[in-house]
């Protein structure tokens, strides 16, 4: 796991990604949230052994790193962070999964390896998926969407609220460590002992806060909802948008591959 | 342990949607209803805390290892279940969609694993039992370290079972069970002592803290009815699981699929016009038989663990189908409406 630095940092570089102003970040948040979902859902419901067509599926986040201006490297990193998990469930379908599966000369594929590259192709659609959505509507779009499309409003407040104390309470925990690591001379490692003390005042650190915060925010005129300077607002461009990639999806669902490539392809450049 | 969305079947993730939705509602209005508005930030904070508390870890003893906090079980002792529930759930989304840890379509898994074990059976049944209204730090120790071990236990329960039932991964059931069961079993009790030493380190330090966070919430709804409710469900599950262990039945699962779904296999999607890759189609059309023939030459070294692979994810795609064209509706239906007003 890394650092706590490294953590505020990515936090604060999605925030930055989140704030441009590109046709996709204009996009109303509840769009690009339907979108997501219907995409994963799509993806995942292809069957285990699923590659050529699963392949079809990249043009979703490929169209919208470009045109919001996502740097691909940036998400590449973020996808290999998280990785080992599906490769450490993947792996076991290659060696328990023995059948062959397809013969290209002397090479034999089992039809674990294909279920495993399966899962590895899915696994960095579904996950830039949600990092784009994120990337291009920030947390603050995500819960203001999550909040109209009817998610109980205990919940959007309080999501959005943990957001905001995320780097404050992280800032205390991250000075406490820089503080038991000066003192420390060199050993990184952290007893448990220090651990349990350190916990423990961050916990009563953060308890304080939240009481702070909240006579803060009574005392000016907090009510329990999400305000916004710029109000959601549906456009036709915003139904378009769920419309065409919704499509999209279900075709690249039911269709041959290399039919649907081939037409994908006139289409695009047409 | 968060589920990713790469191993699991729409069906799974769909269902576990719907169960996690649900209990983000319920719980959404039982914590309106307290009408504590200090609640609210204060979840927040909490949850915040459980992020920076997870970014700090220590090294185990001896092993070289490190851990560090889940956060279910404070949240719950600190909150009291259902507000815990949301602040696990929101944690579960910003790391789903900051860090990419566990998807999308898994956060309904997700939630439920991390969330509705620990607030819902184990926090009721074990903690509050054991640690009583009047906790003595004794109690609080016991009652903390118990719970974040089952409520553990039965969350890696949940992955295994969902992994299983998607049909992604290759792994089959009681591997993986002998994988997770004892992995987390490590982790619980690292995660019940952390658990009950912050606890007691609050409950010291700031009691009242402890107390206006349990009360509220918790004394008035753990009646002896949802206890016993609780403890029915339990059994059931216990049950089901422990006479799915014990039957010789080889084809168990297969059975539970057939009562739930009517089909004694799940249908294989319908492909059209793969002409060119007939070869590939093929082969996967012969999914089910293909599963058990790798199954039976396991089963000549043991014969019980004939459980059968489990091509139940070879797509439900009539549920990707039906939520299209659910909120392709809605989305008319709304432009219309709206068209309407505006006009």
Known sequence: MPGIETHCMEIGLMDQLASQDTPVHRLDPRAKLLTTLMFVATVVSFDKYAISALLPFFAYPVMLMTVGRIPVPYLLRKILLVAPFAILIGIFNPLLDRETFITIGTLTITGGWVSFLSILIRFALTVEGALILLASSGIYGVCLALDKLGVPRVFTVQLLFLYRYLFVIADEGLRMVRAKTIRSFGTHDMGIKVYIHMLGYLLLRALDRAQRVHSAMISRGFDGHIQSMKPLKLRPGDIMFVCVWSLLFVLMRIHNISLLLGSFITEIFQ | MHMADALISPAVGGTMWAVSAGLIAYCSKKVRNILDDRRVPLMGVLGAFIFAAQMINFSIPGTGSSGHL??????????????????????????????????????????????????????????????????????????????????????????????????????????????????????????????????????????????????????????????????????????????????????????????????????????????????????????????????????????????????????????????????????????????????
């Open chain 2, 70 to 343: 889940g956060g279910g079980m404070i949240l719950a002792v600190l909150l009291g279940p259902h507000a815990a529930l949301l602040v696990i759930a929101s944690v579960l989304v910003v790391q789903a969609l900051f860090f990419a840890d566990g998807g999308l379509l898994a956060l309904g898994c997700n939630i439920f694993n991390l969330g509705f074990f620990p607030c819902f059976v184990a926090y009721p049944l074990i903690f509050r039992n054991i640690a009583g209204n009047k906790p003595t730090p004794l109690r609080l120790w016991i009652g903390c370290t118990a719970a974040s071990i089952l409520g553990l236990q039965l969350g890696a329960f949940g992955v295994v079972l969902e992994t299983v039932f998607s049909g992604i991964s290759e792994l089959p059931f009681r591997t993986f069970v002998l994988m997770m069961q004892p992995i987390h079993l490590a982790i619980g009790i690292v995660e019940g002592l952390i658990t009950a030493t912050v606890v007691a380190f609050v409950w010291k330090a700031r009691p009242e803290v402890l107390e206006s966070a349990s009360q509220p919430a918790t004394m008035h709804n753990y009646s002896f009815r949802k206890i016993i409710i609780g403890l029915i469900f339990a059994a059931v599950v216990t049950g089901g699981i422990l006479s799915w262990f014990a039957s010789t039945h080889p084809d168990g699962l297969e059975w539970a699929m057939s009562k739930t779904s009517g089909t004694e296999e799940l249908e294989l999607p319908e492909y059209r016009a793969h002409e060119s890759l007939a070869t590939i189609q093929e082969n996967t059309s012969f999914l089910p038989d293909y599963g058990f023939a790798s199954q039976k030459e396991e089963a000549k070294e043991e014969p019980e663990t004939k459980w059968p692979a489990i091509n139940a994810a070879t797509t439900i795609s009539g549920l990707v189908g039906g939520t299209l064209t659910l909120l392709i509706t809605i989305l008319i239906g709304y432009t219309l409406k709206r068209r309407r007003f505006s006009t």
